[in-house]
């Protein structure tokens, strides 16, 4: 059996693996109802923001499990008050929540700038940790 050397992945399948978030009030809800969160908070006339953006949506793609792990991006002009309440002041900023809570990945609480190994670090590590409490969560229910 011959096995497929890459897979055609549409993009806009893979965009929509990103939640877009457009008030406070609808971060709060993801925060509420997800138990990992991974948080690009981006500006549209950001060059690096723009640059890695393909690589967060990938990440996305193969990390999201619905209810334990979800990946968000902020626009911070658009969304002002969650950026404020975190205190972001450089574009991109990435954060890393649990049961809503900001919490440090690999020792970073906050990854500034277009960092993709620490981003993929961040984002596999708790994709796995995702992945195990989904299981976990499967197993118990069955």
Same mark, same amino acid.
């Given at each position: 059996? #011959?096995?497929?050397?890459?897979?055609?992945?549409?993009?806009?399948?893979?965009?929509? !693996?990103?939640?877009?978030?457009?008030?406070?009030?609808?971060f709060d809800s993801l #925060? !509420?109802? $997800?138990?990992?969160?991974?948080? %690009? @908070?981006?500006?549209?006339? *950001?060059? /690096? *923001?723009?640059?890695?953006?393909?690589?967060?949506?990938?990440?996305? !793609?193969?990390?999201? +499990? /619905?209810?334990? #792990?979800?990946?968000?991006? +902020?626009?911070? %002009?658009?969304?002002?008050?969650?950026?404020?309440?975190?205190?972001?002041?450089?574009?991109? $900023?990435?954060? @890393? @929540?649990?049961?809503?809570?900001?919490?440090?990945?690999?020792?970073?609480? $906050?990854?500034? =700038?277009?960092? #993709?190994?620490?981003?993929?670090?961040?984002?596999?590590?708790?994709?796995?940790?995702?992945?195990?409490?989904?299981?976990?969560?499967?197993?118990? =229910?069955?």
């Amino acid at each position: 059996m #011959l096995e497929k050397p890459f897979e055609i992945v549409d993009p806009a399948d893979m965009a929509d !693996s990103v939640k877009h978030i457009s008030s406070h009030g609808e971060f709060d809800s993801l #925060l !509420s109802s $997800t138990r990992y969160v991974v948080v %690009d @908070f981006y500006a549209d006339w *950001c060059g /690096p *923001c723009k640059a890695i953006a393909p690589h967060f949506i990938s990440m996305a !793609s193969k990390w999201s +499990i /619905p209810g334990f #792990l979800a990946f968000a991006k +902020i626009n911070v %002009d658009n969304v002002g008050s969650v950026a404020q309440k975190y205190r972001v002041a450089a574009m991109p $900023t990435f954060m @890393f @929540f649990k049961e809503g809570k900001q919490v440090a990945v690999n020792g970073n609480v $906050t990854i500034q =700038g277009a960092n #993709l190994p620490s981003l993929k670090a961040a984002a596999e590590k708790m994709g796995k940790l995702a992945k195990e409490k989904a299981a976990a969560a499967a197993a118990e =229910g069955a």
